[in-house]
């Protein structure tokens, strides 16, 4: 599938910090891609960056083909940001038409637009009230309304599901996936990495400025695995030891195994199967995307000490 967005090698300085320091990666048009990393780590410099509010000071940005020209291209994009950027005073049913028509849509086709989405996330009571009488939540599903009802090519959401209860998470959700099976690429960024592990087709992790870690939720949870698993037998077995694996964990007749180095899980299931015991269930033990990120993130900040001593 073709990209939407290239980032070449970008950089970008503040006095001495490298915010940014050589990032590169595509985003496929039509997915669903997570932008991760620490407080810090440098994704709202390269968001920026994404939207044209901040220049590189090198490498370069490639957006629908071409060079991003922030001027012409920004219209195409949608940027939720995790601050409120709402008129507290103004009525939001009449603040929706009026940011419509900052996004190029004419009055009529920015009030069709807005009536929709008003409908579509349940808001239509809403019309006459000031953000100011808005809880949390409320306010989270105006700026996700504003950020995509002019149908942008890019969508940049940041922390969406801030303030949400669990019914309007759900239906925010829906309309993520929806936007994207009809063209629209998300950028997803978010602290939340069961959101993440459940929402994103492809991941980028970033801290202290570089690019740590790059690939599908599938490829990353593949690329970290342990070789453990856990195994439910229908009864306790007159032999549990065996070479071919070590019991990390036991409650009743389900064990936690990680499988030695040189034995396949054929090996761990032709033992029982010798025994005449049933198998119930047998199943690899991936780690979750926040164990991961827990520990690239560890393992950089301990990098980067043992370098700064060295100097």
């Known amino acids: 599938m073709a990209s939407i967005l290239q980032l070449h090698h970008l950089k970008k300085y503040y006095a001495s910090q490298k915010a940014i320091d050589d990032i590169s990666f595509d985003i496929e048009q039509g997915s669903i891609f997570g932008l991760l990393g620490p407080n810090g ?48 005073k103004m009525k939001i049913g009449e603040q929706a038409v009026y940011l419509a028509q900052l996004k190029g849509l004419s009055k009529t086709e920015a009030l069709q637009k807005v009536r929709f989405w008003f409908r579509r996330l349940e808001m239509e009571s809403w019309w006459n009230k000031k953000v100011e009488d808005l809880s949390k939540g409320m306010s989270q599903k105006l700026q996700f309304l504003i950020t995509v009802l002019h149908e942008p090519k890019l969508i940049i959401l940041d922390e969406p599901f801030s303030g949400l209860d669990p019914v309007n998470a759900n239906l925010i959700k829906d309309e993520i996936y929806g936007l994207a ?55 306790i077995p007159t032999s549990i030891e065996d070479k071919a694996y070590e019991i990390i964990d036991q409650k009743a007749n389900e064990f936690i195994m990680k499988i030695n180095e040189g034995y396949k899980s054929n090996d761990v299931l032709q033992h029982f199967i010798n025994q005449d015991i049933t198998i119930e269930s047998f199943n690899e033990i991936l780690p979750t995307l926040n164990d991961i990120f827990i520990h690239l993130v560890e393992r950089t900040k301990s990098v980067t000490r043992a370098f700064e001593k060295q100097s």
Do not use: W
């Open 41 to 88: 780590a440098g994704k709202t410099t390269l968001l920026r960056m994404i939207t044209g509010i901040f220049y590189p000071d090198s490498g370069d940005i490639t957006f629908d083909g071409r060079a991003f020209d922030p001027k012409n291209d920004i219209i195409k994009i949608g940027y939720m940001p995790e601050e409120r950027g709402l008129y507290k």
């Open 181 to 235: 099976q009809r063209g629209s690429t998300i950028i997803f960024s978010t602290h939340r990495m069961e959101q993440v592990e459940e929402i994103c087709d492809h991941i980028v992790l970033v801290n202290l400025g570089k690019k740590i870690l790059d690939g599908t939720v599938a490829e990353v949870k593949q690329q970290f695995k342990e070789n453990k698993f856990s195994i439910k037998l229908a009864g």
